[in-house]
């Protein structure tokens, strides 16, 4: 599986930018498909992410209500929709996906940076 992100940029606080992954490689509607992101000297922690039947999604806490993920074509390009951006969202965003075997994949990631 090979996942292509795109979509990151500098935008001031308040901004909006819109993130896709492009995946390819084995069919992946029974993946669990979603982005994460890595801040410098922080952990890698989720953003938002569907279960693998996509019935489900989970945000993290700081993305509720200002973050949305969305699929489309079997989740074979997912999207990150991010509005009202703040400083603190400035970070490396990756795709990530889970197979069945517990299998991780990661894309190369796309840095967000969010200043005035």
């Known amino acids: 599986v090979q996942l292509l992100e795109s979509g990151g940029g500098s935008v001031q606080p308040g901004g909006y930018l819109k993130l896709t992954c492009e995946a390819s490689g084995r069919p992946l509607n029974t993946y669990a498909m979603g982005w994460f992101r890595q801040a410098p000297g922080k952990e890698r922690e989720l953003v938002a992410a569907?279960?693998?039947?996509?019935?489900?999604?989970s945000y993290g806490e700081f993305a509720l209500g200002r973050f949305t993920i969305s699929s489309e074509s079997f989740r074979d390009t997912i999207y990150l929709s991010m509005n009202n951006l703040r400083p603190e969202d400035t970070a490396v965003y990756y795709c990530h996906a889970e197979d069945n075997l517990g299998n991780h994949y990661w894309g190369q990631g796309t840095q967000v940076t969010v200043s005035s």
């Open positions: 569907f279960s693998r039947n996509g019935e489900q999604i």
